[in-house]
């Protein structure tokens, strides 16, 4: 199983991205929760959002929650994050994840599968 993201760039404070992560060697209804994670430079990585196994539950961190949407629709094996009205702390390499579980889990050491990451630049 591989994931891939992508999406990343550099945008400017208040602007958007569309970060994607596409899955290989398996599909997504295979997969339990799927979620994305961050790490700004220096700091350890951080949990972001969560999406349960159907798309129809979602769990954010409180510094995203009301700009931030994770979805993963049904017909596709894609999972996405819109990140809109970003701010430079919103800098940071972004993974997304998933394994197994049928809860919205935020502890990475919960996730199986790892993407490469994507960089998300947010400039003032």
């Known amino acids: 199983v591989q994931l891939q993201a992508s999406g990343g760039g550099l945008v400017q404070a208040g602007g958007s991205l569309r970060l994607s992560c596409a899955a290989s060697g398996r599909t997504f209804a295979s997969f339990g929760t799927m979620g994305w994670f961050r790490q700004p430079p220096g700091k350890e990585r951080e949990f972001v959002a969560a999406?349960?196994?159907?798309?129809?539950?979602?769990r954010y961190a409180d510094s995203v929650k009301g700009r931030f949407t994770i979805s993963r629709p049904t017909a596709q094996n894609t999972m996405y994050l819109q990140m809109n009205s970003l701010k430079p702390e919103d800098t940071a390499v972004y993974y997304c994840?998933?394994?197994?579980?049928?809860?919205?889990?935020?502890?990475?050491?919960?996730?199986?599968?790892w993407g490469q990451g994507t960089l998300v630049t947010v400039s003032s």
């Open positions: 994840a998933t394994g197994f579980s049928h809860t919205l889990i935020t502890d990475p050491r919960d996730y199986v599968y």
């Open positions: 999406i349960s196994r159907g798309g129809s539950t979602t």
